[in-house]
């Protein structure tokens, strides 16, 4: 929508052509989320397209993911036959509640910011171990794990005039053998619950938990664990009030759909490879005559 | 900056915070549609380098140096893209307003994404079709008939604006600019309860570019009713056009009237207000309770309020026979509370309109209204004026629904016009739409029933409570015809009905499809299923044994003063074995795992195909110098496909095809009258207005003729586009050219005054599968059987029956308006009020019953909103069925479904 009080919009392409942060100004990245709401509070822009970060980098050890990356060039990603993670990026694109033809336009680090329950970018960076580089207003640099970048229900550790820089992806997060599970009140809705599991290759076993929650929750363990064990740690790890409550979900349903959805995970990892199932139940979408 | 759009290069700057939907809209693109300015609908689907992207997203100033597409350069100048014919050969659309980023988007799919609709189309919401249409586009289907002269009522023939629709040609209510138009944004209230103290304009008129503030100091202090009728006694004088005191969030306070939206915008900001905060009540039951803030206290029976002090603004109150001593005697009985929840009709298209005085004085308004004639009547009224110096009128409108049988924005933009005297235009959002305008009335409704050891009906009682919000619009009709049809549909010799509408301090409810039998009937149909269990009868033979038949009384308590409901035809026998027969088909077989529980569900409806008291339709029709045939009719088009149904009733009567027909509408500048589109009027009443003008017309072209050939006009008849007399052929050019020569124009008028009336059935059955440790719901079957009468145009028919389904399953699974403690609506947008998408929506197998109406022209009936009335019903049954538990209340969403079956299935996880 038309974003009427926006008087001005700077276009830097330097970190040091950075505007001086004042009340009124937002970061604009896709801009998906900016546009789609009233923003009477807002005056300027500031546009980061001429900053020109590169989309996507392979290093030594990281994958680098710029804040300006948008979701069809992450989905767009083909890694190397290793990164058998790799299924997660896509299962998470398709979990957002947008279509593909925002994906052109939102980008990750977007989405992050956002920091909604349901941001499936959050699921997947949190899940892959991600870690957040933040320019600080003040000129200096923070980093932090997108697991813990996220605080609450639209909230992470920002300042305002700090700005979300990049995520790295550990390569050794992307090869491991993983499982995603993510539930809706819809067939293709936002996601009440996303869970992702991995095996790392010593056999330890991470449990992410998004979507239910308020923020993300990351459990591991040195192995497989029973289904008692799993179930008595999200319990004590997510008290009932980290459940998140809004019109996609009640906090109770969420929390039995976490347990379940967790259950499914190890179940799937523990067994044989030949066992894994689809990321959802059995019906998948209405009847057709 | 420079842009391409089509193909062509503008140099233009954008607003710095302006989204490119707008901006292409500014250089005339009217084919790019808002339909929720947030991203969600794809309404505002353009191409940019040749990728489909929502508009209303992406800042204007990032297209700079891109070449854009829109859906009117998607083809060559005059041409079609193959996406484009496929829409129109499948008629894959109702009122088309997504259509234009539907095919864009469709346009743009790669085989992979064709292969999974479901995920590739969820950013595009129909809210007319069902989807099933579009799903025929994309494979290609061709559904649209040819028909020869005089053949065309009974065939699938297209839409007469299709070829504009698909191109965005097609006008909508905003598609027009004119010179020197004034925006009109509103200050609305954030408290559920207040007076207005003072109002202090001045920060608010120094804004540059702002006119004028317009408060209720400036509005006519005379009370009417939003809602439009035909009698104006149905609804409560409750409303001004700005009220000194607000009864809900969203209420409108003050006017700002400026030179561009962002002005009015700001000014609105700055106005400010000083309320007096009074007690407000949100809940019906504490509403009507005493001791409860009085929401109306200036109104009395005078202003048709029933009971102004408890905050009853409507009630009826009957009993047949003794229900308690049936109940007692009863062999079964059943008693339950059902709740029905607050929803939007969400039409694509918003409500608004644009409003001038033309240099005659005539103050002109374009809007987007089912009651173009209606809301003549009130504005007149409100402003004193004489009908003729006043003119509604509206092209074609993105959907309706029942939203816009309400005068939400025309007196509003009246007064603007009136006192600015310029153009103004008032176009609402998407948040105002949830906020201040028109729900569907929650309701609360308690039934009992009871019957003998054969499944005979021998109590059914209902108590209802519906809460209306703060005015009564359509309050009292609806609740009336809630417990009318759905009761009067069976025999069953005690009947009671206590029936109440509640005021309260929320956003007003207002007429929705199907007009409160859909809250009931998800009562009504659920006990009629309960006693079926009890005695082990099947649901249909339940049915069957206690449904009215043609001589039996149609009965509510009280009892209706119209008797002019006749059984015009009758099909419901044909439903209930159709459906019988559908659902027995053997299905796919599915492989299911022990979380999955299975049921299947019926339920029915029957419905009155007119309104009560009177729906008038006037229709003319003159023959053209070239044989063709001018047709006016008042009725609107916003989907319903009324606009095909006229021409191929006016063709068949005489003998032409349907192309040699103009059909001009829904203008009060045309003459006559028109009730409106509303109550599934369309075909039923202005449909024979239209056929009695096209057969006077046919008598005059049979008499010009016999008279030119000195034949008997007894031996002369219409055939292909002549009046045959014996050997002689005289075409119907020929005829107005010696008409002319006479110094004559042949012309005729119809006119229908929607009585005698008939009634119209309708069956649902699903099969569903439910997940009893998620609470997720699949539909594995659904089957739909309609007695139309003849149907005039069984394409265009089926779609209304599956538009209806889809409509009404979203209102079933998904879509909820929720209204915190204060008042407030929590979810005004479509990203937090799930509207159906693709892959929500099952497909529906559709059966007509064989009938012919007495009544409807040419043997037809109304078919657009009883469809959705059944939906619920029969999938809380299949649920009922397949789980053994009676859930309630609606939506059936699995976080409420949830807890039941965690407790009755006690499933781990």
């Known amino acids: ?47 980061l397209t001429d900053l020109k970060w590169p989309a996507l980098t392979v290093g030594e050890t990281a994958l680098t993911i710029a804040a300006t990356c948008t979701v069809a060039q992450l989905d767009g990603l083909i890694g190397p036959p290793d990164w058998i993670a790799s299924p997660l990026v896509n299962q998470c694109c398709r979990a957002f509640l947008a279509s593909f033809k925002i994906w052109k336009t939102a980008t990750v680090g977007g989405n992050i910011c956002m920091s909604l329950p349901a941001g499936p970018m959050i699921s997947l960076t949190a899940a892959l171990d991600g870690v957040c580089t933040i320019w600080k207003a003040d000129g200096s640099e923070q980093t932090i794990d997108v697991a813990n970048f996220v605080t609450g229900n639209q909230c992470n550790v920002l300042a305002p005039g700090d700005l979300l820089r990049q995520i790295d992806i550990p390569l050794a997060a992307l090869k491991r053998r993983s499982a995603f599970r993510q539930i809706s009140l819809t067939p293709v809705g936002r996601s009440a619950a996303l869970l992702i599991g991995s095996l790392h290759g010593g056999g330890g076993f991470a449990l992410t938990v998004t979507g239910s929650t308020k923020r993300p929750i990351k459990l591991s363990f040195a192995g497989i664990p029973r289904a008692d064990e799993l179930r008595d740690m999200l319990q004590q790890h997510i008290p009932d009030a980290l459940y998140h409550d809004d019109i996609h979900g009640k906090p109770i349903w969420r929390k039995h759909m976490t347990l379940r959805l967790a259950e499914e995970i190890r179940a799937e990892l523990r067994g044989p490879r030949s066992e894994i199932q689809g990321p959802r139940s059995e019906l998948q979408g209405p009847a057709r005559p | 900056m420079t842009y391409q759009i089509n193909g062509i290069e503008f140099s ?3 607003q710095a915070g302006q989204c490119l939907r707008t901006f292409l809209r500014q250089l005339g693109h009217f084919g790019v549609k808002k339909g929720c300015d947030a991203g969600d609908c794809g309404a505002c689907t353009v191409l ?41 050969d499948a008629q894959a659309f109702q009122c088309g307003f997504c259509t234009a980023g539907m095919i864009l988007t469709c346009a743009s799919l790669n085989q992979a994404q064709r292969q999974d609709l479901g995920s590739a189309l969820k950013g595009n919401i129909c809210r007319c079709t069902g989807y099933r249409a579009i799903e025929d586009a994309l494979q290609g289907k061709t559904n649209v008939e040819q028909a020869e002269a005089g053949t065309a009522f009974g065939r699938s023939l297209p839409a007469p604006a299709g070829p504009q629709v698909v191109r965005g040609s097609e006008r909508y209510t905003f598609d027009v600019a004119m010179e020197g138009t004034l925006h009109l944004k509103m ?170 005085v033309d240099a005659s004085g005539i103050l002109n308004v374009r809007s987007s209204t089912q009651v173009p004639f209606l809301t003549r009547r009130a504005l007149a009224d409100i402003f004193d ?95 009336f015809h809630a417990v009318g049809e759905c009761i009067s549909v069976y025999n069953c010799p005690n009947k009671k009905v206590d029936a109440v509408a509640a005021y309260t301090n929320t956003v007003p409810s207002g007429a929705f499809r199907g007009y409160g039998l859909p809250q009931t009937i998800f009562a009504v149909e659920a006990a009629i299923d309960e006693l079926a269990r009890q005695l082990g009868i099947d649901p249909f033979d339940m049915r069957r044994r206690n449904v009215v038949k043609p001589g039996d009384p149609m009965l509510a308590p009280p009892g209706s003063e119209y008797h002019d409901v006749h059984y015009g035809s009758y099909g419901l026998d044909q439903c209930l074995d159709l459906v019988e027969r559908a659902m027995a088909e053997p299905g796919p077989k599915l492989e299911l795992s022990p979380d999955w529980l299975t049921g299947d569900g019926i339920a029915l409806t029957m419905i009155d195909t007119v309104p009560p008291a009177g729906h008038f339709a006037d229709c003319t029709i003159a023959l053209r110098g070239d044989g063709g045939f001018e047709l006016t009719v008042g009725t609107a088009e916003f989907g319903n496909g009324t606009a095909t149904v006229h021409r191929q009733i006016a063709a068949t009567a005489l003998a032409t095809t349907v192309d040699r027909i103009n059909l001009r509408q829904s203008d009060t500048a045309n003459g006559g009258h028109d009730t409106g589109a509303y109550g599934s009027a369309g075909t039923f009443v202005a449909g024979r207005a239209t056929m009695a003008a096209a057969e006077n017309l046919a008598r005059d072209l049979i008499a010009l003729g016999a008279q030119i050939a000195g034949a ?142 007495s009544i409807g022209p040419m043997g037809a009936k109304s078919m657009s909103e009883s469809p959705y009335n059944p939906v619920a019903a029969a999938l809380g049954n299949a649920i009922a069925n397949a789980t053994g538990i009676r859930f309630t209340s609606v939506p059936f969403k699995p976080d409420r479904l949830w807890p039941a079956l965690h407790e009755k299935f006690g499933l781990k996880g």
């Open chain 2, 712 to 853: 008997d006009p007894a031996s002369c008849a219409l055939k292909d586009e002549a009046v045959i007399c014996g050997r002689q052929i005289l075409s119907f050019a020929e005829l107005a050219r010696s008409a002319r020569g006479n110094g004559r124009t042949l012309s005729a008028s119809g006119s229908s005054e929607g009585s005698p009336r008939s009634v119209a059935f309708n069956v649902q059955g699903f099969r569903i599968a439910l997940n009893k440790a998620t609470g997720e719901i699949r539909i594995l079957r659904s089957v739909h059987a309609a007695d139309a009468g003849k149907v005039a145009n069984p394409m265009q028919c089926r779609g209304q029956v599956e538009g209806g389904v889809a409509q009404s399953l979203g209102a079933t699974l998904y879509e909820e308006m929720v209204i915190d403690d204060g008042g407030r609506v929590t979810n005004p947008k479509f990203r937090d009020y799930h509207l159906p998408s693709f892959a929500d929506i099952p497909r529906t197998e559709v059966y007509f019953a064989d009938t012919t109406d």
């Open chain 2, 385 to 479: 004026l004489a009908p003729d110096k006043v003119r509604v009128f509206c092209e074609r409108v993105g959907g309706g629904f029942g939203g816009k049988q309400e005068m939400f924005v025309e007196d509003i933009l009246a007064l603007a016009a009136l006192k600015t005297g310029r153009p103004v235009k008032f176009e609402l959002t998407r948040e105002e739409q949830f906020i201040s305008t028109s729900t569907r009335h929650p309701m609360q409704v308690t039934v009992k029933a009871g019957a003998d050891k054969d499944g005979r009906l021998t109590a059914l009682q209902l108590d209802v409570l519906s809460n209306t919000g703060a005015y009564g619009n359509h309050a009292g009709p609806v609740l």
């Open chain 2, 12 to 14: 233009e700057t954008p």
């Open chain 1, 1 to 47: 929508m038309d974003l009427n009080t926006i008087t001005e919009v700077a276009h830097p392409q330097s970190r040091e052509q950075l505007p001086l942060w004042t009340a009124g100004d937002a970061w604009l990245a896709g801009g998906t989320y900016l546009f789609s709401e009233p923003q009477a509070h807002l005056a300027r822009l500031i546009d």
């Open chain 2, 48 to 88: 940019i380098d040749g990728e489909p992207v929502h508009s209303c997203l992406i800042p204007a100033f990032r297209a700079d140096d891109h070449a854009i597409t829109t859906i009117e350069g998607l083809a060559p100048a005059g041409g079609a893209h193959p996406m484009q014919q496929a829409f129109l």
């Open chain 2, 187 to 356: 200050l609305r209230s954030p408290h559920p309860h207040a007076r207005i103290i003072a109002i202090d304009k001045r920060a608010a008129l120094a804004v540059p570019g702002v006119q004028t503030v317009l408060t209720h100091e400036d509005a006519p202090q005379r009370l009417f009713s939003t809602a439009r009728h035909e009698k104006q006694w149905m609804d409560p004088d409750d409303t001004r056009v700005l009220d000194p005191v607000v009864r809900f969030i969203g209420q409108k306070v003050a006017a700002v009237i400026a030179e561009t939206e962002a002005a009015a915008e700001e000014g609105c900001r700055r106005l400010k207000v000083d309320y007096e905060i009074l007690p407000a009540v949100v809940d019906p039951l504490q509403a009507i309770a005493p001791g409860a803030p009085v929401i109306h206290t200036d109104k009395t029976a005078e202003h048709r309020v029933s009971n102004a002090p408890r905050n009853i603004v409507a009630e009826t109150h009957g009993e047949f026979g003794d229900v308690a001593r049936a109940l007692a005697s009863a062999a079964v009985t059943y008693q339950g509370t059902f709740t029905t929840q607050r929803v939007q009709h969400a039409a694509l298209e918003t409500h608004g309109g644009l409003a001038w």
